[in-house]
Nanobody
C-alpha cells in the first residue's frame, strides 16, 4: 500500500558528510510527519530527526544534521555534516501517512547503512 525507500547511505570518514533521501510512494494523501531513526547493533532504535508540526533533533546531532522535506514528492532528506564514528548505524526512514482511505498509519523503510570511520 505504502512503500518507503531510502538512499544515500555509505562509508565516510569522520568529519565528512552524507545526505540521505527517502521517498514515500503508494496510496498517499499526505504525510503529516516524516523523519529518520537509527539503530546500532545491540542498541535501541532512536529518533534522529523528525519533521511535522514541529522539527525535532536528538541532542547529539543538533548543529550537524538538518532535516528537510519536499511535501509534493513525499520525500524527506537528512543532511549529515561533521559525521562522527558514533553516528554509525542503520538509518531508517519513518513516515506517518494518511492513505487514500483517510486512515493514518506509520510506515518504515528498510534502512540504509551509514558507516563513519575514524
Amino acid at each position: 500500500q505504502v512503500q518507503l525507500v531510502e538512499s544515500g547511505g555509505g562509508l565516510v570518514q569522520a568529519g565528512g558528510s552524507l545526505r540521505l533521501s527517502c521517498v514515500a510512494s503508494g496510496s498517499i494523501t499526505s504525510a503529516p510527519r516524516m523523519g529518520w531513526y537509527r539503530q546500532s547493533p545491540g542498541k535501541q532504535r532512536e529518533p534522529v530527526a523528525t519533521s511535522g508540526a514541529s522539527v525535532d533533533y536528538m541532542d547529539s546531532v543538533k548543529g550537524r544534521f538538518t532535516i528537510s522535506r519536499d511535501n509534493a514528492k513525499n520525500t524527506v532528506y537528512l543532511q549529515m555534516n561533521t559525521l562522527e564514528p558514533d553516528d554509525t548505524a542503520v538509518y531508517y526512514c519513518y513516515a506517518d501517512i494518511i492513505t487514500r482511505d483517510l486512515a493514518r498509519r506509520p510506515y518504515w523503510g528498510r534502512g540504509t547503512q551509514v558507516t563513519v570511520s575514524s
